[in-house]
């Protein structure tokens, strides 16, 4: 769909675990597509300390009740006065911004990462992608048993792995030691959005598989619609911007050492 | 409806409202918000008479009411302007300025020069006081003769419509301004942005890449509006005045002290609509007052 800047209307707010919150936010005009992967740039209400926009990836939408849904994970002053919205609140958003993973096609074996709040896109990633009929597997990493959320609701949609880095849940480690990565599985490719060293660390075992990768980067933006030039990665034609040429990159076209 | 067209030199502005140089793309990237036709003029992101990559990431750090920026011009240079950008702002019917950099007298000249040949670009801004780069960019506005000497170079080469912008990273800008208008400049625009850093306590390290960068937004604003006072009463010909315009109130606060037209920034990040917000605006605030044009109150400030 087009880019837009409009008014959202909060329709619920629920708190999933100590620092993440469900935002569901409703359109008054009809939601276009929105591509897995891509991300909307919030205007944080009543927060005169966050003086710029707040990007959050696209968690869900559902175009029947014409509400997308953003995963907020509590890290700063933005994302703090957003957990405390309540319902019918409005919040200015601009969306849908950056280009989205590239779909599997059906039957293709697929392997989503997420590590920390990098699971939101993976949801919206997931439920099409088995809509289309792909096999779906998902791995997500997390801190320890307390930061792990959603499970449930991903285990609706393909086989899913846990780890921890204090081994509370599922295997011990980083998802990097988890085996569905390690054993040369057979995906066609690997979907990968967390901190940089996880994507970096992921990236490096698929290329060593010859799977292909794509990661989603989460550079600080100040514009997010590609005006400003500020939220740059290095690639191997040139810096290119993060919010419009990205989010998600194919792995092979960056300049990462790996 | 007041009269809300405006003149800087030959260059006849509909309304005052222009966007200031990095901070709107080539103008394309906002046709999904605005029609950017309803713009007074337009300022193309700096261009360099070579491909520049920029400096490195991280290149913003958020600041109380403002942003650092540490770009560094990133851009594809002239030929890549000419061929694949220029076609297509072409289609725009309002003023197109392309905002020209360079880190050598020559450099300069030699882009001016080729801008001139575009005949859809009536004018250019020659930015004289950019922070982030390395050679050239503030050195030219934060020293006297430097700021003469290339205002003199590049009139001879170019005959639109030649604006001057200038760094408020000096003791006295109004010296700068009286310099660059006696050397040709046909309006002067200020300012750009205020050489500012932030550091990251937890690492211990500086945000930028650049360790220092450019400071705009609402927390330059006062500044700037006190430096685009003191322009408007050194020179004769029109000043067009930014720096942390966030709204039409703050935007009218420039044409009293002096400014015949603004340019929006930083605020564009954060409503890709405020600029036509920004018109809407004015024309208000002048029909309220019974003000029948916006020119009425350039520097009518009453003291
Ligand atoms: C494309 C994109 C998609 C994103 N998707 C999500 C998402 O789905 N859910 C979610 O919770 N967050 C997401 N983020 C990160 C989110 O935007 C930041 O956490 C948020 O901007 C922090 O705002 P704040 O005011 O709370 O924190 P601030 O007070 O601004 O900062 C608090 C701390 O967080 C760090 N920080 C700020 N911004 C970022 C960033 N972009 N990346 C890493 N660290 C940062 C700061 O350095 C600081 O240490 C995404 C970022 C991008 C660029
Ligand atoms: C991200 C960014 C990039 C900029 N790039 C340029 C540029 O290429 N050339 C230029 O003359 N000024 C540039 N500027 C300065 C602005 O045009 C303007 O002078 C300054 O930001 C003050 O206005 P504001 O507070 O409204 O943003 C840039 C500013 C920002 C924030
Ligand atoms: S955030 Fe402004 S260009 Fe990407």
Redesign the interface.
Known sequence: M????CDLTVTSNIQLNHDNYLLRLHADKKLGKIIPGQFVNI?VPGSP?T???RPFSVFDVNYDENTLSVLVKTVGGGTHKLSLLEINQRV?A?FPLGNGFSLPQKQEKILLVGGGVGIAPMMIMAKESKEIGADVHILLGAQSRRDHILIDQFSELGSVYITTDDGSLGTKGFVTHHPVLNNNEGFNRVYCCGPDPMMKAVAKISKSHGTECEVSLE????????????????TKS??KCVCTEGPVFNVKDLSWQI | MADLKVKIHNLELKNPVMTAS????NGT??D??IDVNQLGAILC?GTTLHNR??N?????A??????L?A?GL?NKGVDYFIEHIYPEISKYSTHVIINVNGSSIEEYVSLAERINELENIPAIELNISCPNVKEGGMAFGTNLKMAEQVTREVRKAYNKTLIVKLSPNVTCISDIARAVEAQGADSISLINTFLGMAINIETQRPVLSTITGGLS?PAIKPIALRMVWQVAQAVKVPVIGMGGIMNAADAIEFFLAGATAVQIG?A??????VTLKIIEGINSYLDKYNISSINDIVGKLQM
């Not at chain 1, 087009?2 to 800047?5: A, D, L, N, R, S």
């Not at chain 1, 590609?226 to 939220?231: D, H």
């Not at chain 2, 490195?56 to 913003?60: N, T, V």
């Open positions: 087009k880019k837009t800047v205007l300390g003086f710029l926009r200015n601009i550079n600080t933006m100040a514009c997010g619609f590609g005006v400003c030039l500020c939220c740059v990665t290095k040139g810096n | 990095g901070t709107f793309g990237e906002f999904d918000f992101k990559e920029g490195d990431y991280p290149r913003m958020e600041t109380p009411s403002g942003m920026n770009v990133q937004g930083t564009n990040f954060i409503d890709p609509t």
